[in-house]
């Protein structure tokens, strides 16, 4: 592994000795940053953004010249890889994703493509190899993907989810050929994480934003066994690299979670720390879970609910301190910068 200046949150993923406990935020570099706000509109829209690696490198860099994270993660979306199937992804302001083309029929998911990471999805790769070359050994940096579920979702809905009607009905009407679906993204999603490490990725997350609006056997099937499936593939293929599994309200999965054998899980807020890591942390590391809606009170009470988070997992490794969720947009930034101070102030007892 090549030597970096702050190995803090690979340390933390491996429950290695660190000094303080390390800390990022989902969708650090985003519309809550005015510095954001305006290299989107250099780009023109969203997609643009994603599609210019230069353009990429800065929104990525933006929040770690603000604030003093322990890692920077790729700029880029979860839902280039149905877009570079064909779907025809837009962003509407205001009303999130849509696909022109949604997946509807079995026939179409037999008929689906195969992205290559360096041939459609090219872009992201060039711009996970322009952050690598900028951060150079100052920081670590995160590839991502969604998880195979989360992904048939945008897919079938064709947009965001309300009741995911039109996917649960696929999975229930259809379970062999939502298997096939599952099983195909799985495919093309270690592909693309694979190919995303090769580029200078140093840890890799698979966020499944909605496996949690699962009944247990339904998740057990359509979203854990897919991500298993990519878990096991990439230790063959990215030997060593730490994968950190996201199920959003995802607290009551947490064992067999951990048993696929990724280095980390994260938390969103309705999940204990403590509780959580008396379930698996001799197995994974834990990260999270400051609800984000939290940054829009009084600094001190930030100060408060951070000391709460830390003191909820409590002493030792394993612990790397997020959000519970992405930021939101309304987010004071200096309201980040004090959730942050806290962690560094308030974290180097846990590490004696
Ligand atoms: O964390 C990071 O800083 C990395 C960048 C990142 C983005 N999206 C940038 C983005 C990551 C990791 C994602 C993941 C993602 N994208 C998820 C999983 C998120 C999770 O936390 O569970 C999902 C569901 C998506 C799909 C998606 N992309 C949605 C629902 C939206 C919001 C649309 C809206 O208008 O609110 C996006 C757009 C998006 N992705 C933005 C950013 C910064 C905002 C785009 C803008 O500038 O308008």
Known sequence: MKTLRNDRFLRALLRQSVDRTPIWMMRQAGRYLPEYRASRAKAGDFMSLCRNPELCCEVTLQPLDRYPLDTAILFSDILTIPDAMGLGLRFVEGEGPIFDKPLRTVDAIRKLSSPDP?????????????????????????????????????????????????????????????????????????????????????????????????????????????????????????????????????????????????????????????????????????????????????????????????????HGPGHIFNLGHGIVPQTPPEHAAAMIEAVIELSPPYHR
């Open 118 to 314: 360096e041939g459609e999805l090219r872009y992201v790769m060039d711009a996970v190899r322009t952050i690598r070359a900028a951060l150079g050994d100052r920081l670590p940096l995160i590839g991502f993907s969604g998880s195979p579920w989360t992904l048939a979702t945008y897919m079938i809905e064709g947009c965001g989810g309300h009741d995911f009607a039109r996917v649960k009905r696929m999975a229930l009407e259809e379970p062999e050929a939502f298997d096939q679906l599952a099983r195909h993204l799985a495919d093309t999603v270690v592909q693309y994480l694979a190919a995303q490490h090769a580029a200078g990725a140093d840890a890799l997350m698979v966020f499944d934003t909605w496996g949690g609006v699962l009944s247990p056997p339904a998740y057990a099937r359509f979203s854990l066994a897919p991500m298993a499936h990519i878990v096991e593939r990439l230790a063959e293929l990215a030997p060593g690299v730490p994968v950190i599994l996201f199920t959003k309200n995802g607290g009551q999965h947490l064992e067999k979670m951990a048993a696929t054998g990724c280095a980390a899980l994260g938390l969103d807020w309705t999940t204990s720390l403590a509780d959580a890591r008396r379930r698996v942390g001799d197995r994974v590391a834990l990260q999270g879970n400051l609800d984000p809606i939290t940054l829009f009170a009084h600094p001190d009470r930030i100060r408060e609910e951070t000391a709460r988070v830390l003191a909820d997992y409590g």
